[in-house]
């Protein structure tokens, strides 16, 4: 049987702010990325969030992004490949703290929002964010967007890697995300978001905004957590690939 795996973007609550369904959510899921402070989450949250995880048994990752709190890590900022892997260390290491403190072990690692989508295109941020990476932990799984920049880097040095795509984002025509400033770049509508996901699991494949087809290959499969139908979404996407006699499993399962 075939295996993918399903991970959302957890741990995004910040002080009195509460964000996401993530009670709800974890024990639907295969693998979770936890914020780890500079986009979301603060101290308390990273160790309910990590303790909400293992006890459901799921894949726990870092899900570092930008020091920018009040822009949730989704604007650009202009660092050298150096900073940035600085500051994928630094917020491993506060995630490990919690991890370890709790007994279960980190599996992979996702960036976030802004850092995300610029490692996507540029290769010298990518290998330097994989080999920061590496460096904490080379056993630990880089999740990068299929077909990515992200992805090469890690190939290259041998880090393991997973390729994501995603459930309720739509694609341009390279294979990058739509900008969230643009319209329709996230995806509402369930049906469209589950049709979009049995199509990339069993046929490689996706339309972009502008109608032209796309190859793409996923390891695993997101859904945002602050979508309001993240839940929906979730609970459908297990349904539609079981019915299509996929299993969802931990990425460790899925990465060998």
Do not use: W
């Not at 020091?67 to 491993?92: C, H, K, W």
């Not at 990068?144 to 041998?158: C, F, H, P, R, Y």
């Amino acid at each position: 049987m075939a295996k993918i795996d399903l991970n959302c973007d957890l741990g995004e609550s910040f002080g009195a702010y509460t964000m996401g369904m993530d009670d709800k959510v974890i024990p639907l899921i295969s693998s979770c990325n936890i914020a780890c402070g500079y986009h979301a989450s603060d101290p308390l949250v990273m160790q309910k969030t990590v303790a909400m995880a293992a006890q459901a048994g799921i894949g726990i990752g870092a899900h570092p992004g930008f020091p920018d709190l009040m822009g949730f890590g989704r604007r650009n900022m202009t660092v050298s490949p150096a900073e940035a892997a600085a500051y994928i260390t630094y917020q491993l290491g506060a995630l490990y703290a919690f991890a370890k403190s709790a007994c279960v072990p980190l599996q992979h690692v996702k960036p976030h929002g802004a850092l995300y989508n610029m490692a996507g295109k540029d290769y010298k941020l990518a290998l330097a964010i994989a080999k920061a990476v590496q460096a904490f932990d080379p056993s630990l799984i880089l999740m990068g967007l299929a077909g990515s920049e992200s992805v090469k880097a890690a190939q290259d040095i041998g880090l393991p890697v997973a390729r994501e795509v995603f459930a309720d984002r739509a694609y341009m025509p390279d294979g990058s995300l739509v900008p969230r400033s643009r319209e329709g770049a996230v995806i509402h509508d369930e049906e469209v978001a589950i049709s979009r996901v049995v199509r990339m699991v069993k046929e490689h494949r996706v339309t972009a905004i502008d109608g032209t087809e796309i190859e793409i290959v996923p390891d695993s499969i997101c859904v945002h957590g602050d979508n309001e139908k993240a839940l929906t979404f979730v609970t459908q996407i297990r349904s539609a690939l079981a019915a299509e006699g996929v299993e969802i499993a931990p990425l460790a399962e899925v990465v060998k």
